[in-house]
């Protein structure tokens, strides 16, 4: 059936062959001879105080880091101690942080990388 024609139809069913096979598998792997990325996106989850380190470290070396704070939810002075590490490293690299949802996930970037708070899309 051809595209124009399945707007039309009467049930709004998709056919199969409006769709196509990805073979992910093929995306996810890195080509040979690729040279390093100048920057990644790295995910972290905190813990406790002392998994900040390790984080720090990687927003000191360019990187953008995605950090799960949900755990330190149950502790209110570790929770706080934490942001307060994280916003103090976005400030000294001229990094931001922001937080995603219901403060579950905060995202921390390096220098020259700012996260814009308006949303695309969606209410």
């Known amino acids: 059936m051809g595209k124009i024609s399945s707007l039309f139809k009467k049930n709004n069913q998709p056919d199969e062959a ?3 096979e990805l ?4 995306i996810e792997k890195t080509t040979p001879g690729e040279g390093p990325a ?3 996106v ?7 105080l002392r998994d900040t380190p390790r984080i720090k470290d990687e ?7 995605i950090v799960d704070i949900g755990r ?3 502790d209110k002075i570790t929770y706080e101690r934490v942001l307060k590490d994280l916003r ?14 219901d403060q579950k996930y905060v995202i921390l970037t390096p220098m020259s990388v700012k996260v814009s708070r308006e949303k695309i899309g969606g209410v």
Not at 23 to 26: C, E, I, K, Q, V
Not at 42 to 48: M, P, S, W
Not at 59 to 65: A, D, R
């Open 42 to 48: 790295k995910i972290a989850t905190i813990n406790e």
């Open 72 to 74: 330190l939810k149950m």
């Open 88 to 101: 103090d490293v976005a400030a000294d690299v001229n990094g931001d942080i922001v937080g995603l949802g």
């Open 23 to 26: 073979d992910l598998a093929s």
């Open 38 to 40: 100048s920057m990644y």
């Open 59 to 65: 927003v000191y070396n360019g990187n953008i880091v």
């Open 18 to 20: 409006d769709y196509m």
